[in-house]
């Protein structure tokens, strides 16, 4: 042992040991905030889903509707569905009093002078099936002596099988009410007897797929032929592995698609498409796009409670005034006067200006480093609010297009919701085990879901004629 090796590290030692502990602290401090941004991230102020939130679910009163003046319950101009007595019920029960309340005299029906009555509404018991029978008979010509034997009606294929009122049922239960195969076999057991298996449930169902399939490809065509549509994509899972549901609709119609890649967009689609800024999006075209507000709005709530950034607060405010301000004018008929949009305009603008410098003034956050300690390649990393500072500059037209157009709503809440049942499916059953499965589901769900959007009563609809229901569709 020498002198040189007990003693302590050099100056430039010791300097170069500060610099790459200072880079490390930073790395670790904006790793840090990175985390517990994504901590504060739920489905109230971000594209997670409610499912996501679990135990620590956030209040429903933090939700980004704001507080207004009207009194809860149904507004003014609602139409009531109060339960109101009919003119002709269908059993009247009389009751008579037995003695007189004064003197104790015995009374008779007779005697009676006037009534009063309460009509209670309830379902009839459960009765067996009514069996039909189809007789199809020879007859002999007197003339030339030939037998000639009559046909059974269309779709009475079988010595013994069930109606299309009973499996319009069935595939409704099954599909729109979303009840399991097991749970929808106990079900008619208990209300009607019926004994079903789940390879019936299924023939029903492929046979309700078939007869639709026509239906939903003029869905499909009126859909991307319309001025407006939503268009969203949710995945699922078949046979074991991801695949993709894609919806797009309007507020009368719904078409559904099954697809293994994420990025099989509806073809031959004109108008205006309302999306929520998935690149793909961008590479239709003939199109223009409107972006759904109700994303950025949650993008910018995450950046005023986690970043504490204040332009996005007044960028909250100014897209909530402008919602409003097109809702009024929607709701009256009329488009919002120019002046309006172009005071909307400016303000996106200066809050945009605003948002920028602030980004544009912090220190840049640190390149990520490979393993060998180089910097990855690819641009350089920007904050979430930069991002979306970015954004919103770039598709301003976009975002904004709702001021100018009133056919085009705020948000893309339409295609959401259309896709939510079918989420709604997937936690209760689970994914599907096969692909013709779930093509069959996504066709009988476009057309139950278009049948609901039109008014008419399913049951009904689903034992008509497909081709007539096509053609009785409404755009508007």
Known sequence: MNADSLSGPSREELIALVVAQRAEIAALKAQVAELERRLGLNSSNSGKPPSSDGLSKPARVRSLRVRSANKTGGQK???????????EPD?????????CAACSLALT??????HSARQVFDLPAPTPLVVTEHRVHDCRCVDCGARTRAAFPHGVNAPVQYGPRLCAIVVYLLHYQLLPEGRLAQLMADLFGIKLVPATIARMSQACAQRFRGFADAVRD?????PV?????????IGGRTQWLHVASTTLLTFYRVCAKRGSLLAKVVGIVVHDHWKPYYTMQGVLHALCNAHHLRELKALVEIEKEDWARKMQQMLRRACHAANLARERGV????????????RYDVILAEGLAF????????????????????RVPRRTGHNLLLRLATRKQDTLRFLHDPTVPFTNNQAERDARMMKLRQKISGGFRSLQGAIDFALIRSFLSTASKQGWNIIDAMTGDPANLA???RLS
Do not use: W, Y
């Open 77 to 87: 101009g609602h139409k009531g569905e109060t339960l109101r007595q009919v003119v």
């Open 91 to 99: 059993i009247v029960v009389d009751h008579f009093p037995s003695a």
């Open 109 to 114: 029906p007779e005697m009676a002078t006037s």
């Open 222 to 226: 009126l859909v991307a032929g319309a």
């Open 229 to 237: 549509k939503h268009m969203d994509e949710t995945g699922f899972r």
């Open 335 to 346: 488009s919002l006067p120019s002046r309006l949009i172009a005071c909307f305009e400016r």
């Open 359 to 378: 980004h544009q003034a912090q220190a840049p956050l640190r390149q990520a480093t490979t393993m060998a300690g180089c910097n990855r390649r690819g």
């Open 471 to 473: 053609q009785s569709l």
